[in-house]
C-alpha cells in the first residue's frame, strides 16, 4: 500500500485530489494534508510517504521551494508537482528543483493517477508519460532515487 | 694737522726749495765763473809780471844810456820807466795777497827789483856828481840782479801755472755741488709742487662734494615746500570734504573751502573758535566734542555719524573722522577732523534698509511658498508612489485571487467535469455532448482567469525571481503578440530585492506592450545584466521608434499612454535610486533601467 501526502492550501483543491485518488480504485492512501510548504517539508520528514503531492503557489513556501527542500532532505520520497502554472518553462524549473515529475491541475482527471503510478514505479512524469522510461529506472531503491534527485537538482 | 696747513706747509716747502734753488745757481753760475776768474787771474799776474820786467829793462837801458851818454832825457825816461816799475810792482802786489807763497815770490820779486833799482840810482847818482862810472862792473853787477829778477819772475809765473789746476777744479767741483743742488732741490720743489696740487685738488673734490650736497638739500628743502604748499592747496580745492585742524584744546587753527561749503563759517570767522559750535545742544550737554577728542588723544583717531550744525543753524547728517596728530616726541599738538555730509548716503541708507525689508519679508514669502510647493510636490511623490504601489498590490491580490480563488475552483470543476465525462465517454447523448461542452468551457475559462491573473501579477515572481519570471512571461506574450522574444541573462544576475524585481518586471510589461501597441517591432531583445553594483535590463526593439518630440520633453510632461507609460516607468526607478534611459531612432528603441543593487536593500530597510 502506498501512502500518499497531499499539500496545496485550497479545500477545494485537496478535496478534489481525495475525489480523484479515491475513484481510482488503487491499494493507496492519503497520510496527510499540508496547507503550505514548510507545513508539507515537516510532514514529509514525520510521515514518511511515498510520494508527496505539491501545489506550486502556496503561502509561506511556494512548492517549489518545498521540493527543493524535501529533494535534499534525504528521503526517498518521490515528489509530484501539481500546477495551476501553464508554461513550456514548467518542466525545466520542476526539474531545477529536484521533483520528479508535474501534473497540470487542468489535466488532473487525466494525468495525476498516471502520474503517481509513473512515480511510484520508479520514473518520472513531466506533463506527459515518459517517451521511453529505461527499464533500469523501474524499482530503483531510495538511496538511488536520492542520488537521482541530486543530479537532477 | 689739516690739510689746508698741510697743503701750507708743502707749498712753503716748495717755494722755500726754488729759492735755495735759485741760490744754489746763483752760487753753481759764481763758481763757473770763478773757475774763470782765475784763468784770467793768472794771465794776469803774468802779465803783470811780465809788464815789471820790461820796465824793469827799460829802465836799465834807459840808465845805461844816461850812464853811458849822459843824456838828460834818457835819465826822464829812465825815472819814468822806475815809476811803470813801481806802479806794476803796486799792481802785482795787489794781485797776489790771497796766495802766501806767491806773496812771497812778489816779496822777492820786489825785493830784488828794489835792490836792482837801488844800485842803479846809486850809480845815476855818482854819474850826476860828476864820479866815473864803471860800466862794466855795474853791468856783472847788474847781470846777477837780473838772473835773480828773472828767477824770481819766473817763479811768480811758474807758481801761478801750478796754482791755476788746483783753483780750477776746486771751482769745478763747487759748480758740480751747487748744480747738484739746483737739480735736486728742484726737482723736489717740483715733487712738493704736484703733491701740493694733488692736495689742492682733494680739497677742490671735498668742496665740490659739500657743494652738491648743500645744492641737493636745498633741492629737497624746495620741493618739500612745493609738496607742501600743492598740499595745502589740494586742501584748500577739497570742496565736499570740511578739511580743517584743531589744537590741542579743540579750537580751529585750520580751514579749507570745503569746510566753508560745508558749514558756512569762513575762515576768518571759525579760527580761534571752539568746535563744539558745530554740535547740536544735546550732544554739548552730553560733552560730546569733549569726549570725541579724549578718544581721539588715547586711541589715535575717532570715527562718528551724527547730526551736525551748520552756522545758519540747519542740520547735516555728518560723518567725521578725528584723528590725533602728535609732534616726534609723542605730544599731541593738535587734531585733524575730516567731515563729510552723509545726509544723502543716510536716507538712501534708510531707504535702502527699507527696500531690503520689504525684500527679505517677500523673500520669506517666496521662501514659503516654495517650501509648499516643494511639499505639495513631495506629496505628489508620494502619493504617486503611493498609487503605484497601491496599484502593484491591487493587482497582486486581484491576480492572487483570480488564481487562487477562482483558478483553483475552476480547476478542480474541471476535474470533476473530466471524472464525469470518463464516466459518460462512451455513451453518444445529449448529456455527454453537454459534458464535453462543459469540460471544454471550464478549460477556456480556466485559462482565462490564468492569464488574466498573470498579467495583473507574474506568477513565479516571488518564488523564482525575474530569471525564471520572464521566461514565463515572454512565453505568454510571445503567444498573445507573435513577437519574437528572446532573453540573455548574466551569470551572475541574481535575485534581487522583491521591489526591484517587481519594479524592473513592470518596466518589462511596460515596454513590452509599448513595442506591441505602438512600435510595429517584430523581435524584443531583453538583457539582464550585473556591473558595477549595477542591476541593468534593457529591453530592445527594432520598431519604428518613438516619435521625436514625445522624448524631448521633460519626464514630467509626457502625454498620452506611451508618455504615462514612461512616467510610470521613471517613476518606479527615481523611488529606487535607479535610472531609466529610453534612446530611440527610426530603427528601433532601447529602454535601459538601471538600479545600484547594492544600496537598494538599504533604501529600502531605510523606508520600510
Redesign the interface.
Known amino acids: 500500500m502506498a501512502r500518499i501526502l497531499i499539500a496545496?492550501?485550497?479545500e477545494?483543491?485537496l478535496?478534489?485530489i481525495r475525489?480523484?485518488l479515491g475513484?481510482a480504485g488503487r491499494d493507496w492512501e492519503i497520510c496527510g494534508e499540508a496547507r503550505n510548504g514548510r507545513m508539507a517539508v515537516e510532514m514529509v520528514r514525520t510521515l514518511k510517504p511515498d510520494i508527496v503531492v505539491l501545489d506550486?503557489?502556496m503561502p509561506e513556501m511556494?512548492g517549489?521551494?518545498a521540493a527543493k527542500q524535501i529533494a535534499l532532505g534525504g528521503t526517498a520520497c518521490r515528489i509530484l508537482i501539481f500546477t495551476?502554472?501553464?508554461?513550456?518553462?514548467l518542466s525545466a524549473?520542476v526539474r531545477q528543483t529536484g521533483a520528479h515529475g508535474y501534473v497540470l491541475?487542468?489535466q488532473?482527471?487525466?494525468d495525476l493517477v498516471r502520474a503517481i503510478e509513473y512515480l511510484l514505479g520508479g520514473h518520472t512524469f513531466y506533463g506527459a508519460p515518459p517517451e521511453a522510461a529505461p527499464a533500469s529506472k523501474t524499482n530503483l531503491g531510495p538511496a538511488k532515487f536520492f542520488v537521482q534527485a541530486l543530479a537532477m537538482g | 694737522m689739516t690739510v689746508s696747513v698741510k697743503s701750507k706747509a708743502v707749498f712753503l716747502s716748495a717755494i722755500l726749495l726754488l729759492c735755495l734753488c735759485a741760490a744754489a745757481s746763483y752760487l753753481s753760475f759764481y763758481y763757473f765763473r770763478a773757475s774763470e776768474r782765475w784763468v784770467s787771474h793768472t794771465q794776469e799776474v803774468r802779465a803783470v809780471t811780465g809788464d815789471v820786467e820790461q820796465a824793469v829793462n827799460e829802465a836799465s837801458r834807459e840808465r845805461l844810456s844816461y850812464l853811458i851818454g849822459g843824456d838828460e832825457s834818457a835819465l826822464g825816461r829812465y825815472r819814468a820807466a822806475v815809476a811803470e816799475v813801481n806802479e806794476r810792482m803796486q799792481t802785482l802786489q795787489t794781485l797776489v795777497p790771497d796766495n802766501s807763497v806767491q806773496s812771497a815770490n812778489a816779496s822777492q820779486l820786489a825785493q830784488v827789483t828794489h835792490d836792482r833799482l837801488q844800485t842803479w840810482e846809486e850809480a845815476i847818482a855818482k854819474k850826476q856828481r860828476g864820479e866815473t862810472v864803471d860800466v862794466s862792473q855795474l853791468t856783472r853787477q847788474n847781470l846777477e840782479l837780473a838772473a835773480r829778477s828773472e828767477a824770481a819772475s819766473a817763479e811768480l809765473r811758474d807758481e801761478e801755472n801750478r796754482l791755476l789746476p788746483s783753483r780750477m777744479a776746486s771751482a769745478h767741483h763747487r759748480f758740480l755741488l751747487t748744480s747738484t743742488m739746483v737739480v735736486g732741490s728742484f726737482a723736489v720743489a717740483i715733487l712738493l709742487m704736484l703733491y701740493y696740487y694733488r692736495l689742492l685738488q682733494q680739497e677742490l673734490q671735498l668742496r665740490e662734494a659739500a657743494e652738491r650736497l648743500s645744492t641737493a638739500a636745498y633741492e629737497q628743502e624746495v620741493r618739500l615746500r612745493q609738496e607742501e604748499q600743492r598740499f595745502r592747496l589740494f586742501i584748500d580745492a577739497v570742496k565736499d570734504y570740511a578739511i580743517f585742524t584743531l589744537d590741542p584744546k579743540g579750537r580751529v587753527s585750520s580751514w579749507n573751502e570745503g569746510a566753508f561749503r560745508l558749514k558756512g563759517y569762513t575762515a576768518d570767522e571759525i579760527v580761534g573758535r571752539h568746535f563744539s559750535v558745530f554740535y547740536p545742544q544735546e550732544d554739548i550737554r552730553r560733552g560730546k566734542p569733549q569726549m570725541e577728542l579724549e578718544v581721539a588723544k588715547k586711541e589715535g583717531r575717532i570715527e562718528d555719524e551724527g547730526w551736525r550744525l551748520r552756522k545758519d543753524g540747519s542740520r547735516f547728517w555728518a560723518n567725521v573722522i578725528i584723528t590725533a596728530i602728535r609732534d616726534s616726541a609723542g605730544e599731541i599738538i593738535g587734531f585733524s577732523k575730516v567731515t563729510r555730509d552723509f545726509t544723502d548716503r543716510m536716507r538712501a541708507q534708510a531707504a535702502l534698509q527699507e527696500a531690503n525689508i520689504n525684500l527679505l519679508a517677500e523673500v520669506k514669502e517666496r521662501k514659503l511658498a516654495e517650501k509648499k510647493l516643494a511639499g505639495s510636490e513631495k506629496s505628489l511623490r508620494e502619493l504617486s508612489r503611493h498609487l503605484l504601489r497601491s496599484q502593484d498590490e491591487e493587482r497582486r491580490r486581484i491576480g492572487r485571487d483570480l488564481?487562487?480563488?477562482l483558478?483553483?475552483?475552476l480547476?478542480?470543476l474541471?476535474?470533476?467535469?473530466?471524472?464525469l465525462?470518463?464516466q459518460v465517454g462512451t455513451e453518444q447523448n445529449g448529456t455527454a455532448r453537454a459534458v464535453n461542452s462543459c469540460v471544454n468551457l471550464a478549460?477556456e475559462a480556466?485559462?482565462e482567469v490564468?492569464t488574466i491573473s498573470y498579467l495583473l501579477y507574474p506568477?513565479?515572481l516571488?518564488?523564482?525571481g525575474l530569471k525564471?519570471a520572464i521566461?514565463?512571461y515572454l512565453?505568454?506574450f510571445s503567444k498573445r503578440s507573435n513577437i519574437k522574444t528572446s532573453l540573455e541573462v548574466d551569470p551572475c544576475f541574481d535575485r534581487l530585492p522583491p521591489e526591484v524585481e517587481l519594479a524592473l518586471f513592470r518596466i518589462l510589461q511596460e515596454s513590452l506592450t509599448n513595442i506591441h501597441r505602438h512600435s510595429g517591432s517584430a523581435t524584443a531583445k531583453i538583457k539582464l545584466s550585473l556591473a558595477n553594483g549595477w542591476a541593468a535590463m534593457e529591453i530592445t526593439d527594432e520598431g519604428k521608434g518613438i516619435p521625436a518630440g514625445l522624448l524631448e520633453q521633460s519626464g514630467e510632461d509626457w502625454m498620452g499612454s506611451l508618455g504615462v507609460g514612461l512616467r510610470g516607468m521613471n517613476e518606479r526607478m527615481r523611488q529606487l535610486g535607479g535610472r531609466l534611459e529610453v534612446s530611440s531612432t527610426e530603427n528601433g528603441t532601447v529602454v535601459t533601467a538601471g538600479v545600484p543593487a547594492e544600496k537598494v536593500q538599504a533604501r529600502l530597510n531605510r523606508t520600510a
Open positions: 496545496d492550501d485550497h477545494i483543491v478535496e478534489g475525489t480523484i475513484r506550486v503557489t511556494s517549489l521551494q495551476m502554472h501553464e508554461s513550456e518553462r524549473e491541475k487542468s488532473a482527471a487525466r | 488564481h487562487d480563488s483558478g483553483q475552483s480547476a478542480v474541471k476535474m470533476n467535469l473530466d471524472s465525462d470518463l478549460e480556466l485559462r490564468r506568477p513565479m516571488e518564488e523564482m525564471s521566461p514565463w512565453d505568454g
